[in-house]
């Protein structure tokens, strides 16, 4: 029976992972369109479109230098659907399912000994099941993020550690997911070495009576990570830090130092002061904002891209099977549930750590610890409720419309109120000037809303040779945004032609003969496209 209800929640976890997935969310983002050019680059030509053979530690994209793994994951999805919308999400939707069967595993490893059969079989179904519809996981399961592969990828790798201390040739299997992690996604590259951490803490005298086997599989981690460690100190490594990092605001320190002054400069005022103390201060304000109420059940992730506005990331019936489940896990007493709870911890690091918080994405690792625990209270409700059909048959209801009030934010509100933040009208616009542009002897391309070359390469589908010959001719090989493809002047005015086709943003373009516009899905305009003569 419990296959069925296993293979019936993986059978939803598809569907709601899939379901117009090219449709919603409505449009590429920018760093959809940038994984999926490389990977057809690839795929064309084993280079990525600037030029570069096979990347191992980074791919320069937009010369921001995302770790490389989705992009090579996505490989044979362009090659299987095309470089289109499912082609390049398709990967994500899949490792986000795939994630849905693995949480039922590692919940039942976790609470093996500690359950009864009956309740260890409900507890993992239940975690696998609120994966499945979970707010928090579908939001970046059906698009393209890097931080969704490697949520995979560690949660695969913790069910394989665990698994060692039965089967000890485990741990080896479970060196390849965690160092993979490394180079899936920037947030990993922090999470997963305190995460592996926290288990040589919690599991050392496991993993010294297999001690031999252990340092085997730390020497192979090191090998998985040898191409990472010996590139650390290139500028590209650092460089996605120093973005978003949230300790290279120098405001801390002037503050810092204003106070010491009014303070007389004294040793004791150095102390009280000290800039590391502003700057822990900003770390505790950042890391318990994740804790926040508006942000976990009623609103989520302030940036439209990683929540519906809506809708929290979490469900709302989660604010009592989440209590609960805390206080049943610190009565169990154990160091599985005990790393269970550090897990939930340490995930949050990545995003105290950066600007913009609370931060979704950067902390999608808590959502395993987030999921399992929920199922555990959840368990125990259901359990309190068994003799009370009325609360019983309450209770359901209110999980029903819960689930069905997100997705009705989900799939009615959410794809028109904030299309634009998807860039909503790049492709109808690349396939009008495809349509046009042999009858033009020079294209203008604005770049008002950012990357408008990727969208150009991606939905022209450009042969990534000349692409890559286009970019190194004009040497623009470095450059963060490519300005000129041929005759295709990308934000700036062309310097030829008498006969120009003008894509422009609204009232950047005030002369000419206006052709058409486009707009996003809450009619506000997105695009003019003009011509001169």
Not at 244 to 269: M, V, Y
Not at 314 to 327: A, S, V
Not at 396 to 402: E, I, P, S, V
Not at 417 to 425: N, T
Request: proline share 4%; charged share 15%; glycine share 6%.
């Amino acid at each position: 029976m419990k296959k069925i209800f296993l293979f019936t929640i993986f059978l939803i976890a598809i569907f709601l992972r899939l379901f117009q997935i090219s449709k919603n969310p409505p449009s590429l983002y920018w760093e959809e369109v940038a994984l999926g050019y490389d990977a057809y680059s690839l795929l064309k030509t084993g280079q990525d479109h600037r030029g570069n053979p096979w990347p191992v530690v980074y791919i320069s994209s937009y010369m921001d230098y995302k770790p490389p793994f989705y992009v090579y994951a996505t490989i044979p999805s362009v090659a299987i659907f095309g470089l289109n919308e499912f082609g390049v999400r398709f990967p994500s939707a899949l490792f986000g399912t795939l994630t849905v069967l693995v949480i039922y595993f590692l919940t039942k490893e976790l609470f093996r000994v500690y359950l009864k059969s009956s309740i260890l079989n409900l507890t993992s179904l239940m975690a696998s099941f609120l994966l499945a519809i979970s707010p928090w996981h579908l939001q970046f399961s059906r698009a393209a993020f890097e931080a969704n592969l490697a949520l995979f990828l560690i949660t695969l790798g913790c069910w394989l550690f665990l698994l060692a201390f039965r089967k000890k040739y485990y741990l080896f299997l479970a060196v390849i997911p965690f160092g993979l992690s490394f180079y899936a996604y920037h947030a990993a590259r922090v999470f997963t070495p305190l995460l592996l951490f926290g288990l040589l803490i919690f599991f050392f005298k496991r993993l010294w009576r297999i001690k031999w086997v252990s340092l085997t599989a730390l020497l192979l981690g090191l090998m998985f990570v040898l191409p990472l460690l010996c590139s650390l100190s290139d500028k590209e490594i650092g460089q996605r830090f120093q973005e978003t990092s949230a300790f290279t605001d120098l405001e801390p320190i002037i503050k810092s130092n204003l106070e010491i002054q009014k303070d007389g400069n004294t040793r004791l005022a150095k102390i009280i002061h000290h800039r590391f103390l502003e700057y822990g201060k900003i770390f505790l304000t950042n890391y318990f904002s994740h804790f926040n109420g508006n942000y976990l059940f009623l609103s989520g992730d302030s940036n439209p891209r990683h929540s519906t506005q809506e809708f929290g990331i979490l469900y709302h019936f989660e604010i009592f099977t989440l209590i609960l489940g805390i206080i049943l896990v610190l009565k169990l007493r154990d160091r599985r549930l005990y790393f269970l709870l550090s897990w939930l911890v340490i995930s949050l690091v990545p995003g105290a750590i950066t600007k913009a918080t609370p931060h979704a994405l950067r902390t999608i690792f808590a959502l395993p610890p987030f999921i399992i625990i929920s199922s555990i209270g959840l368990v125990q409700l259901l359990k309190l409720f068994s003799r009370r059909k009325f609360l019983l048959l309450t209770f359901y209801f209110l999980l029903f419309t819960d689930f069905l009030l997100y997705l009705h934010f989900y799939y009615s509100h959410y794809p028109k109120i904030y299309s634009s933040y998807w860039q909503y009208g790049y492709k109808q616009a690349i396939n009008f000037l495809k349509s046009n542009e042999d009858k033009y002897e020079a294209i203008y391309l604005t770049n008002n809303y950012g990357r408008a070359y990727m969208y150009y390469l991606f939905y022209s589908q450009l042969n990534p040779k000349i692409t890559q010959e286009l970019i190194i001719s004009e040497g623009q090989e470095k450059m963060s945004d490519i300005k000129q493809l041929g005759k295709i002047f990308i934000g700036q005015v062309p310097t030829y032609g008498h006969k120009i086709l003008w894509i422009a943003s609204p009232g950047e373009k005030q002369n000419g003969k206006l052709l058409t516009t486009i707009d996003d899905l809450n009619n506000n305009r997105v695009f003019e496209i003009w011509e001169t003569y």
